[in-house]
């Protein structure tokens, strides 16, 4: 599995769409580790264009602060799920609560 969280300033950026950079992290979700982790820089927004983006770097789960209903429809079209209302933390303790099922996930802090 790899995770992609959107970032800025080292936590997770709660306006999906206009984040510096992606930490993409690959797990194992069955032994609930972190494998690897790589940093890359977002691409000028533009509507539409992260799910397939995402995608070509294997990106198989998103999660984020808030994200708009169309744009999870977009991931879930290319195959990614998408986790919304996660806290601005570093990416690391993110997935680590995520594989561990303890993240606290709040309400979805988009709405469009």
Do not use: Y
């Amino acid at each position: 599995m790899k995770i992609a969280i959107p970032i800025a300033e080292g936590k997770l950026c709660m306006h999906f769409g206009h984040c510096e950079e992606f930490a993409l992290i690959d797990v194992d979700s069955s032994g609930k580790q972190i494998l690897a982790k790589d940093k890359v820089e977002a691409p000028p927004h533009q509507p539409g264009l992260l799910p397939g983006w995402l995608a070509e770097r294997g990106v198989t789960c998103v999660i984020a602060g808030g994200m708009g209903q169309r744009a999870i429809g977009l991931f879930q079209e290319q195959g990614i799920q998408v986790i919304t209302g996660a806290p601005s933390e570093e990416p690391e303790k993110i997935v680590t609560q995520f594989l561990n099922n303890n993240l606290a996930i709040g309400t979805n802090a988009c709405d469009h």
